[in-house]
């Protein structure tokens, strides 16, 4: 379980890393581009959708080798062990939108629950930040 514990830890750690980044590199850029502001912020939701997606190919990654790895767990349901399936299932999780089509069992079921509030937090994250861009370089016209 400790092991179950540190490895899910490090792939959330990760997913906040890069979020973070994203939207730090996002701050010091908007102010240095030379558009217009409605542009910085369409600009802006870009990058954010850009992070999210790098975020929920970090998670996709590890369903597929968990699933891959003996005593694990694994994906079942309409799931062909693709990668590609992998990153769906990851996206459904990040986004709480949890279709049902694949099930996890065993020890992924914590990383999928621990994925739905990363995703959760972190999309909110992103609304607050695009909130705060807004209010700076909105144009009043």
């Avoid at 540190?6 to 980044?21: D, K, P, Q, R, S």
């Amino acid at each position: 379980m400790v092991i179950v514990f540190t490895v899910n830890l490090i792939i959330i750690g990760l997913a906040v890393m890069i979020h973070y980044e994203f939207l730090h590199q996002i701050t010091l850029l908007m102010p240095k581009m030379h558009i217009r502001h409605r542009f910085r912020i369409v600009l802006g939701v870009f990058f954010a959708l850009l992070a999210h997606t790098a975020e929920i190919w970090i998670f996709g990654l590890a369903y597929f080798y968990m699933n891959e790895a003996d005593d694990w767990g694994s994906l079942t349901g309409q799931f062909d062990g693709s990668l590609l399936d992998c990153v769906y299932y990851s996206f459904t999780c990040y986004t709480t939108l949890g279709t049902g089509d694949i099930v996890p069992l065993g020890d992924l079921r914590f990383l999928a629950g621990l994925e739905s509030l990363t995703g959760l937090v972190l999309v909110t994250w992103t609304a607050s930040f695009l909130y705060l861009e807004m209010t700076r370089y909105w144009d009043g016209k």
